[in-house]
Nanobody
Framework: QVQLVESGGGLVQAGGSLRLSCAAS????????MAWFRQAPGRARECVAT????????YYPDSVKGRFTISRDNAKNSVYLQMNSLKPEDTAVYYC?????????????????WGQGTQVTVSS
């Protein structure tokens, strides 16, 4: 199993920045890729960034491209999400997730392990 623990959420004004962290433990050697998802009240969970554990290939949807940056530190078994130019519509609970399957995916069903989530609130 893989355990994931997020941190770094909080309250920020529109235009501000936050950096989320996700620490992985357990069978980290089995990780192929990690991702950040978010879920706002009444909305479906959506993927906002993915990164391959080796090689570092990344993906972002248009809604966050140019504002969010995902990175990883394999030595620390950690993944980060730098969020800049935050907007009120970025308000959500943010989750990190890991998958072992080969290939890129933005589908939550393809991710087996999840963190507990961290709240990000952007005020206008």
């Amino acid at each position: 199993q893989v355990q994931l623990v997020e941190s770094g959420g909080g309250l920020v004004q529109a235009g501000g920045s936050l950096r989320l962290s996700c620490a992985a433990s357990g069978r980290t050697f089995s990780i192929y890729a990690m991702a950040w998802f978010r879920q706002a009240p009444g909305r479906a969970r959506e993927c906002v960034a993915t990164i391959r554990w080796s090689g570092g290939s990344t993906y972002y949807p248009d809604s966050v491209k140019g504002r969010f940056t995902i990175s990883r530190d394999n030595a620390k078994n950690s993944v980060y999400l730098q969020m800049n130019s935050l907007k009120p519509e970025d308000t959500a609970v943010y989750y990190c997730a890991s998958r072992s399957g080969v290939g890129d995916s933005t589908q939550q069903n393809d991710y087996l392990y999840w963190g507990q989530g961290t709240q990000v609130t952007v005020s206008s």
